[in-house]
């Protein structure tokens, strides 16, 4: 992923991605990432002196519809709480713990962009896997207050 050639590319998106958001507090969305591996309970006690914490984890993995169709995605599963700063906006959803809310048969919901509807040929209320994993297409996201680009957004921390 630290390819060069994307590199201006990614940090253009990143000022501009700011730029609506100029003069509100920074700290209230200041990430910090650990990669494979849980923060330990120094690094827990240390956020939580600092304020409202919210939990996030990312990975990689192929989605499937039921037609074959593949597409690898950017998942994040979020904790309660989440944002802590702005609005998620979601179409077919009234909030996150609707579109995660499990059917009938207990699979569970995501919401996911709109390119991975298109891609993979899917309506909202369909199913699809990703891995080994079954989940339904419940939302739509339109809008994340960090969004720079990912496909699925689920319960996860």
Excluded at 37 to 48: G, I, K, W
Excluded at 116 to 135: H, K, S, Y
């Amino acid at each position: 992923m630290a390819a060069i050639a994307a590199a201006g590319s990614t940090a253009e998106a990143f000022r501009q991605g700011l730029a609506p958001r100029r003069g509100r507090s920074w700290a209230a969305t200041w990430p910090s990432a650990s990669e494979q591996r849980d923060f330990t309970p120094a690094e827990q006690v240390a956020f939580a002196g600092a304020g409202r914490v919210v939990y996030a984890a990312g990975a990689q993995a192929m989605a499937q519809a039921a037609g074959g169709e593949r597409r690898l995605v950017e998942l994040r599963g979020v904790g309660p709480g989440f944002p802590l700063a702005g609005q998620v906006g979601l179409q077919g959803a009234r909030d996150l713990d609707a579109a995660f809310r499990p059917d009938a048969d207990g699979v569970p919901g995501v919401a996911v962009e709109p390119a991975l509807l298109d891609r993979l040929g899917l309506r909202l209320g369909q199913r699809f896997t990703i891995g080994n994993e079954v989940f339904v297409a419940r939302a739509v996201l339109t809008a994340e207050p960090d969004r720079i680009g990912r496909f699925a957004l689920g319960p996860g921390c």
